[in-house]
């Protein structure tokens, strides 16, 4: 049982390259989320989803896309990198509401 | 977004001594996590506290949540230096299920 499990986990890209950071949960939880993290600034909801086919946007959404097509998968798209996305990204997920989400163990990500 | 002020921001301590974090909002939370997180690794979840008053115990940490579910603390007694990290708070909304974080306080425990 590996939880959440984040690929790559250090990345550096050039800015208006684009890639995938990857997230897989093998606990049938059907609740999955991106946050990003910034140096003092706590933790940011990006997209989350409650089900397969279902996502929604969070407080910081722009620049980045989702899709769910499976339960255990929960891709995060930057299309276009800008130096703003330079974070530390981090996917988690939960059975439902509850309990709180547990977390994979971060994407470093340095755009620049 | 409901807004999750932590205090203070950093925290140094000898070993032995004992803290406390606050977290603390004008808005109301159905229920509140802390989380702890280390140097490279995600978030991992302490406790959630989700009555008003209720206080929790896990070995030397002390959580409880404030009697209008706005405000939490955190008290650890005696610090050991495996008790350094970045100690995050978390509130879950009453209408929806995002939870919304507090910038963390990073406690160094010193040996």
């Known amino acids: 049982n590996a939880g959440v499990t984040q690929t790559p986990k250090f990345r550096i890209l050039k800015i208006g390259q684009s890639m995938t950071l990857q997230c897989t949960q093998d606990m049938n939880h059907n609740y999955m989320y991106w946050y990003r993290q910034d140096p003092g600034m706590g933790l940011k909801l990006i997209y989350y989803?409650?089900?397969?086919?279902?996502?929604d946007k969070g407080e910081v959404p722009n620049g980045y896309n989702v899709s769910r097509s499976t339960t255990e998968d929960f891709p995060l798209r930057l299309e276009l990198a800008a130096p703003s996305q330079t974070s530390v990204y981090f996917c988690?997920?939960?059975?439902?509401?509850?309990?709180?989400?547990?977390f994979g163990p971060g994407t470093r990500l340095t755009v620049t | 977004t409901q807004l999750l002020e932590q205090s203070p921001q950093f925290l140094s301590i000898q070993e032995g001594e004992n803290l406390t974090v606050y977290c603390n909002s004008s808005s109301v939370f159905s229920s509140l996590q802390w989380y702890r997180q280390e140097p490279g690794e995600g978030p991992v979840l302490l406790v959630t506290v989700v009555t008003g008053g209720e206080v929790k115990k896990l070995k030397r940490l002390t959580f409880q949540f404030g009697d209008a579910r706005k405000d939490s603390s955190l008290h650890i007694t005696a610090a050991q230096p495996g008790d350094t990290g970045l100690y995050l708070c978390a509130g879950d909304s009453l209408d929806d299920y995002k939870l919304s974080f507090g910038a963390g306080t990073t406690v160094t425990v010193r040996a």
């Open positions: 989803s409650v089900g397969a086919g279902i996502t």
């Open positions: 988690a997920s939960s059975p439902g509401r509850e309990p709180p989400p547990h």
